[in-house]
């Protein structure tokens, strides 16, 4: 790096502190990323020792450092606000803005310096927090993500989430994540700037989707004489006959408790029932059980889409 090179053919001179790290050469120094910074002072040490050379005052450079890097953060803090559609044309989102000093593009997210002008690039693909969603059956939040790889894609990561555990969690959709703690950085960033005017959404559906998805992972145990319960095309239209016992079995990998998971899905629809009891009277194995009862099939995915799942 010509940076790395001008300063140690400085040392090399003989030059003193002040001669080598001008103000200029300080904020160079600042604008490196951690690990850049790193190589340079091991890098740096090594030419001292190797020229058995004592500079003055080189106990103060990380403090010079941190202290131009404040500066250009500052600078950088204000710099205007962008319009996500302004650097992202085709995003599926509009109202939420690029933090100062950072830019979104088609190859990735890139930090900037107090000009605008990207310095760093952070990861290979524009991702952004798009909406807040909430699962009000078990008081919890997810982030939805958009992230575009191709094309573009949302996955919800928990809202508890720092953007190191995010930088993870995008890695499986082929983002490669090249500086971990800058990204870090935006996440923090993104969320302080647009926290009040994200959108947010009820998951209302997040229990029936995942029962669901749990009885699907098990097919081949749904038929007429299958260990946990079988499809019945009713009156009431299609619907998923399950033995207790295993939705017990559901609720507490879940956890959420047995009784509330019935409750939550009566109140949304998703539950047939006998009278007022949360049970079905089925005919299943030969006789006459008492089953949970789920909607299933096209009944079940317009309620989903009524739930707005």
């Not at 001669?19 to 200029?24: A, G, M």
């Not at 952004?128 to 996955?155: C, I, N, Q």
């Not at 949360?278 to 096209?298: Q, S, Y």
């Amino acid at each position: 790096m010509e940076l790395f090179d001008d300063v140690f053919r400085s040392v090399a001179q003989g030059k003193e502190f002040a001669e080598v790290f001008t103000p200029e050469i300080i904020d160079s120094l600042a604008e490196l990323n951690d690990s850049e910074y790193d190589v340079f002072r091991v890098q740096l040490d090594a030419h001292l020792i190797l020229n058995q050379i004592e500079m003055e005052d080189i106990k103060n450079l990380d403090k010079l450092v941190r202290a131009a890097r404040a500066r250009l953060e500052e600078k950088r803090s204000k710099l205007p606000l962008v319009p996500l559609r302004e650097q992202l044309p085709d995003a599926p989102d509009s109202a939420l803005f690029v933090p100062p000093g950072w830019l979104l593009t088609h190859d990735g997210v890139y930090q900037t310096d107090a000009q605008g002008v990207p310095k760093l690039r952070v990861c290979t693909s524009p991702i952004y927090v798009a909406e807040k969603r909430v699962d009000p059956d078990r008081r919890r939040t997810h982030f939805l993500l958009s992230v575009k790889v191709g094309e573009w894609r949302t996955t919800a990561v928990p809202a508890s989430f720092s953007g190191k555990k995010a930088a993870f969690a995008i890695t499986d959709m082929g983002v490669l994540v090249l500086d971990a703690k800058a990204f870090s950085r935006y996440w923090d960033d993104f969320l302080r700037v647009n926290w009040d005017t994200l959108p947010v959404t009820e998951s209302d559906c997040a229990l029936y989707d995942e029962l669901v998805s749990y009885v699907a992972d098990s097919l081949g145990k749904i038929s007429d004489a299958g260990p946990w319960g079988k499809l019945v095309d009713g009156k009431e239209g299609s619907y998923l006959a399950l033995k207790p016992e295993v939705v017990r079995r559901f609720a507490r990998t879940a956890g959420v408790d047995y009784e509330h998971l019935l409750l939550s899905l009566r109140e949304k629809g998703l539950l047939l029932s006998d009278g007022g009891s949360r049970l079905k009277t089925v005919w299943f194995g030969g006789r006459a059980r008492r089953m949970v009862a789920v909607a299933w099939d096209r009944q079940a995915s317009e309620l989903r889409s009524a739930c707005g799942a």
